[in-house]
């Protein structure tokens, strides 16, 4: 048996890749949205054997500085399906996308581990771009959530027999997100396990047009965004999971915003139209959650749709 080719030390690999919103509403499993919060991965190759990792921010406290992290162990995947080992790394992780809130911190770290891996590969074994979307979405298990990651704005992801495929859509410059994340964390498996194994027909119908609608307001006319993400296919099933979330995105809704579970949950994310509306949404939410008493600290933050998506720098020492 060959021995592995190992990629070359001395090499520092930098990637910076955008939280992810999922779903939208009615763009389940289809549609997400990059914005303006950011995990960091710094990558050195060294000639020590090992692997070692720094985390800080999110999961400082609890996630594991070997091999067995999740960044670790799919750049050492990712370079092993290349035909290569490493000679060693030290991986830096600065995380500020929140864990389970549906903000796509999985996808982030999927995204971030597979593009320094490929940038550490000598040319002749590099991924192209679409290779690097198969290798993220077969890894986290579907593109709605890597595509923005990877390319920004908002994605619109489809599978054709066994490849994933994504397009971009600009987003109108007038739609402000803003997330209420709520402390607590949610899994998307048992959120998704919460989903019925067959819904009526008149909601699939109903639901295929509010994504056309959606689509269309997200592009060049916010004023359906509303009626745009209006959802009948999962947002009512996983509520029992986030009765706070729900309760906050209906009273939102009442409100007239175009309000969301983010992704699996439990962040609520509102499409604002415009920096007035944001500063109501803001307002309204943060005036909605100090009403409870349900014990849940919540943060509102204002944020930017992000139209680049993942960045990655290299340097050779």
């Known amino acids: ?117 490929n940038a550490l590969l000598p040319d002749p074994a590099r991924m192209d771009a ?50 209420a994340i709520p402390a607590s964390e949610l899994s998307t498996e048992a959120a998704r396990a919460l989903l019925p194994a067959s819904v009526p027909h008149n909601s699939a119908s109903a639901n295929a047009g509010r994504a056309a609608l959606l689509v269309h307001a997200m592009q060049s006319a916010p004023e359906f965004l509303l009626d745009g993400t209006r959802d009948l296919l999962h947002q009512d099933y996983r509520a029992q999971a986030m009765l706070n979330s729900a309760s906050l995105m209906r009273a939102l809704r009442a409100e007239g915003f175009a309000a969301v579970i983010s992704g699996a949950g439990p962040t609520v994310m509102t499409l604002a139209v415009g920096e007035e509306q944001a500063a109501a949404v803001i307002s309204a939410a943060e005036r909605i959650v100090g009403s409870t008493d349900d014990g849940i600290d919540w943060r509102v933050l204002r944020l930017n749709v992000d139209t680049e998506g993942a960045k990655v720098k290299v340097h050779q020492r």
Not at 72 to 87: M, V
Not at 91 to 99: D, L, S
Not at 142 to 170: C, K
């Open 130 to 179: 679409r290779g690097v979307l198969q290798l993220c979405s077969t890894l986290e298990g579907h593109p709605d959530n890597v595509a923005p990651a990877l390319l920004g704005s908002l994605a619109v992801s489809w599978e054709t027999g066994r490849a994933y495929q994504s397009t971009v859509i600009p987003v109108h410059p007038d739609i402000v997100p803003v997330v």
């Open 1 to 117: 048996m060959t021995a592995a080719a190992v990629v070359a030390s001395g090499q520092e690999v930098a990637v910076e890749v955008p939280a992810t919103s999922a779903n939208l509403g009615p763009g389940f499993d289809s549609l997400g949205l990059a914005v303006t919060l950011y995990d960091s991965v710094l990558v050195r190759t060294t000639d020590t054997g090992t692997t070692t990792v720094k985390v800080t921010g999110e999961g400082e406290a609890s996630l594991p500085r070997d091999e067995t992290h999740l960044v670790a162990a799919t750049i050492l995947g990712t370079l092993e399906r290349a035909g290569y080992a490493s000679p060693g790394l030290e991986i830096e992780t600065r995380n500020v996308i929140p864990h389970g809130r549906g903000l796509g911190s999985s996808a982030a770290a999927i995204v971030s581990s597979v593009l320094a891996a």
